[in-house]
């Protein structure tokens, strides 16, 4: 368990990225506004962003252990079919981590 | 975070009222609402995994008051567990949050007043305080209400995350499986991403090089993985460009 000086050095270095990142480019950024490479980052770095931390969050994932691997696999198929079905964020996550409690939990647990 | 929203501002001509601190906290409340019905239970399913993770409770407050960045939050729990390296937290959060960086492009800052109501503005610039004043009409909002508003959507926040660490520590240990959320939460963030552009190279370029930095350097999945990605965006913008002047 990480002990408390490390925690709150963690959460500062965090909190002090974050809120650089918020108040900075309302000083900085005006005179890039118009570059084409900065209007182009913003528009493709979003969805590969979510698909490096969606494989970051599944490293783990090994097909060598079938009582992890089949959980994980079909609550994350649940997932994606019932957000491309319904398109309601919370209903998915919910709905996919119910289905992954029960599989792990329950089912292969 | 990123919770899809109605834009109030839109849709509500403000009657030319006088400007008393309860008008502008009353509509600062109704403009919180949309995304209040997001941000709570998504603060209360990251409270349940502080519990879960054997942290004292009240971390859960400091994490999401604090950090205040909900999907950064969940991927810091884990780091923090492994007690991952500062400089990899800081790295995670600059790539994480990046996105923020453009919201001062269209965020309404120049309406608030003073330092310490500036300073907190852009510390509570979260997506969903983003998502309720990039509509036109916010450009005209008294800085109070602005300030307000995003009063009211921090404390959803971390009071969601707050209730559900007290909540976890009722959920029995047999229940395996819960961080599964935080999975969810991107994948599902990545279709709705991918929704609003269906471009379809970007999330194929992010793939390979997340699961090349799985194979070649597992130990720095995260960072190896969006150094390759953020190297292969200008490599492709310049293919692209080239491909189009030539056209």
Redo the contacts between chains.
Sequence with gaps: MPDTGYLIAAVATAVAVTWALRALPFALLAPLRSSPLVVYLRKVMPVGVMVVLTVYTLRDFDPHLPDRAWPTALALAFTVVLHLWRRNVLLSIAGGTVVHVLLASAVFG | MV??TDDHAGTAPSPPAPRTLRTDLRRAFEDSGSVGL?AY??GV?FGVLVAHS??PWW?AS??SG????G??EF??L????S?TP?AS??TT?????????????SFP?HRVRGRVGK?YS??A?SDEAYAVTAGEAARSYPGRRILWLQVFIHCYWAGGATTGALLGSVIPD?????D???????????????RT?R?IP??L???A???VA?FVF?GQ??LA??AL?TAG??AR?LLTREERTRA
Excluded: E
């Design positions: 919770t899809p997001g239970p998504m399913a054997g942290l971390w400091v994490f604090f950090i205040y960045a999907s950064l991927l810091f884990g780091l923090v567990l007690t500062l937290i800081a959060a600059f790539l994480v949050n990046f996105r923020h960086v453009f919201y001062a492009l800052l300073a852009t510390f610039l047999g229940v395996k499986g819960l599964f959320a935080v999975t969810a939460l991107f994948a599902v963030l990545a279709i709705d991403v991918f552009r471009d970007t999330p370029l992010a793939l090089c997340a699961l799985r597992p999945l995260l993985g969006f990605f965006l200008p913008y």
